[in-house]
């Protein structure tokens, strides 16, 4: 067949195509009980003031309500439960937002992945080509990749990129309206939060220990009525990459709060209050409002460990509960538990949750105390996930935090955009490199460096071996496209360490966590088509990202494969776990270690300790999809 033939073919079929998309797209438009309302047209900086107004507005949720919301929502299907439509812009499929002002590299053998063995196992170079990738993603939005249903009166959530409402199958979280109002009733003085604040230090960990820590500290603020203060940008444990940011221009390598999650979203929330620790340190620092102690030379700028200290010294509280799990009632006549464990199913629901550890009553000193502090090292670390640190007594509670973190604890659309553009290369690259496979893809993070478990640190050829059901088929088929999320590209292990000497300076056999053959080579041998992010990257992908955020963009890849397997005791494999079971795709994930291969599937969907994630994070009391 000539070119020209095929190149009439080609336009045929995709003219063809268009059509079919935009007549089904059209109805799609025309669901109320699909689509939402975006909370932020355009990223429009709003005065804080008027950015919940905007938001719950969009949501037709009430701005006059003055008691605490209840947990029941209105009936989807009726007027109260629509969300209102933009009518300025129409959702767009997901494209290459961030590679507008960098032109998309012309396929050549000079995107070959690398002259290692990682890119000796790449089947070929990425090809970025504008035209079929949004051809690829509007079969991908015809295909309907697995995605988790709306519940309790919810619609889908919303993704802004550049500017535009963007539909991508990446978009996990939801907007519940009456979520948006709640108030927790563990505290009857919602206005007593300007004079109750808890203060935090990032966790020494990695991100993932760090994230874990965030979330339940977001949810002990929410239920409890306290002011949240965000303290600002630290260096954080590998996460210092040189990087310029929108508000600061100039390189630097601190990161916090504010470059992960959105905070007027987390604002427009009308039962979360937070503020900036320099303001906080303005009103009650510097007046002598903490137990009449000024700060270092009484700035509000203070910084790292000075601002640590400061806090730690004049703190009322410093919960030290690590190892434990605190207990909130369902109402604020009820600290002590006395009523709710009159209840056997509470009882029974709370010897289930806690397991081996002992509870923490939230007491009334507690509740009073004007200043709580959490320190971040030692035996004041909160190195568990917030489903399983939190009871509540009240199980719609429970479900409702789950969403909390969910909805609004999620990555900010920056991140979230690199992740659907990313996600969207690798299905393209699966149809070109994989016809047969109608763009599906599979996943893995492997987990070497400095990762003190050293049992789950195995080689290529192991993980091939293991990943088998047990009727013998493989978890992953010969001639699939795999992305592989390490932190070991060039598959050498060079940070691989036994008794802190390198591995690669010991003789065969090896000892444990260093493979005999640290390469890629089995995985080729299987039958894979391998991909890393790097091999995205020399092809022009997610060029402008901070490169902190890699890590993020990864996990979202991870979370829509097919199937995934990662590393046991790894708290990045955990979350993508987690943000699988958001989509649905949660029994769908394993570990390629052969010792814990299917723990995921296991019946058991409770338990606590960071060394994985469970059903609970993602599923009510009774099993269904929160």
């Known amino acids: ?47 804080l003031s008027n950015v919940g107004k905007s938001l719950r507005e969009n949501l037709g949720a009430s701005n006059n309500a003055k008691h605490p919301k209840h947990l029941n929502t209105p009936n989807a299907n009726s007027t109260g439960g629509r969300l209102k439509f933009l009518h300025t812009k129409e959702a767009v499929p997901v494209s290459l937002h961030h590679a507008k002002n960098n032109p998309p590299a012309p396929p050549s053998d000079d995107h070959a992945s690398t002259p290692s063995e990682a890119g000796k196992a790449a089947a070929e170079p990425v090809v970025q080509h504008e035209d079929n990738i949004k051809e690829a993603v509007q079969r991908d939005q015809l295909t309907q990749y697995v995605s988790a249903p709306l519940r309790h009166g919810a619609h889908r959530g919303m993704l802004v990129c550049n500017g535009e409402r963007v539909d991508s199958e990446i978009i996990y979280w939801r907007q519940i309206p009456s979520d948006l109002e709640y108030e927790s009733p563990i505290t009857l003085h919602h206005d007593e939060h300007h004079d109750r604040y808890i203060t935090f230090e990032y966790d020494q ?23 949240l203060v965000i303290p600002p940008q630290q260096h954080l444990y590998l996460l210092m990459a040189q990087h310029a940011d929108a508000d600061n221009p100039e390189m630097h390598d601190e990161m916090g709060f504010e470059d992960f999650f959105d905070l007027t979203l987390l604002r427009s929330h009308r039962g979360f209050h937070m503020m900036e620790m320099e303001d906080f340190l303005a009103k009650e620092a510097v007046s002598g409002g903490l137990k009449g102690v000024l700060p270092p030379r009484n700035s509000t700028k ?100 789950r969403r909390f973190v969910r909805d609004f604890m999620r990555y900010k659309d920056e991140i979230q955009c690199y992740g659907a553009e990313l996600v969207a290369a690798v299905r393209a690259d699966a149809r070109r490199l994989a016809p047969e496979s109608n763009g599906e893809y599979y996943a893995l993070h492997i987990r070497r460096g400095d990762l003190q478990f050293k049992e789950v640190k195995i080689g290529a050829s192991d993980i091939v071996k293991n990943l088998h059901f047990p009727n013998g088929t493989a978890i992953i088929p010969a001639g699939s496209v795999v992305y592989v999320s390490t932190d070991d590209p060039d598959g050498i292990c060079k940070n691989c360490l036994f008794n802190r000497k390198p591995c690669d300076t010991y003789p065969s056999p090896k000892p444990v966590g260093c493979p005999e053959d640290p390469s890629w080579k089995a995985f080729v041998q299987a039958g894979w088509k391998i991909r ?48 699988r079971g958001y989509h649905g795709l949660g029994e769908a994930t394993y570990y390629h270690h052969k010792q814990y291969v299917f723990y995921p599937q296991k019946k058991r969907s409770i338990g606590h300790g960071f060394s994985r994630e469970w059903r609970a994070g993602w599923t009510d009391e009774d099993g269904q999809l929160i």
């Open 532 to 579: 890393f992010l790097r091999d995205y990257q020399k092809a022009g992908y997610i060029a402008h990202a901070n490169p902190n955020t890699f890590g993020m963009i990864e996990s979202i890849v991870c979370s829509r494969a097919k199937a995934f397997a990662g590393t046991y005791f790894s708290t990045f494999t955990g979350y993508i776990h987690r943000l």
């Open 302 to 401: 203070i910084w790292g460990s000075a601002l640590w200290n400061y806090l730690s010294k004049v703190a009322d509280e410093k919960p030290s509960w690590m190892g434990r799990f605190l207990v909130l009632p369902a109402n604020a006549t009820d600290y002590s538990m006395k009523q709710a464990l009159q209840d056997p199913k509470t009882a029974e629901r709370m010897k289930t949750f806690g397991g081996d550890r002992s509870p923490v009553y939230y007491d009334d000193k507690l509740q009073k105390a004007h200043h709580i502090h959490y320190p971040g090292g030692e035996h004041y670390r909160l190195l568990q996930h917030h489903y399983a640190f939190v009871f509540f007594a009240d199980t719609t509670m429970q479900s409702y935090y």
């Open 1 to 47: 067949m000539s070119s020209n033939s095929l190149q009439f073919g080609l336009l045929a079929a995709a003219g063809t195509f268009l059509v079919l998309f935009v007549i089904l797209f059209m109805h799609h438009e025309h669901s109320a009980e699909h689509e939402a309302a975006a909370y932020q047209a355009g990223k429009a900086k709003l005065p």
């Open 205 to 227: 960990g990695g991100w993932n220990n760090i994230r874990m820590g965030l979330e339940s500290l977001m949810v002990i603020a929410h239920a409890t009525g306290r002011t």
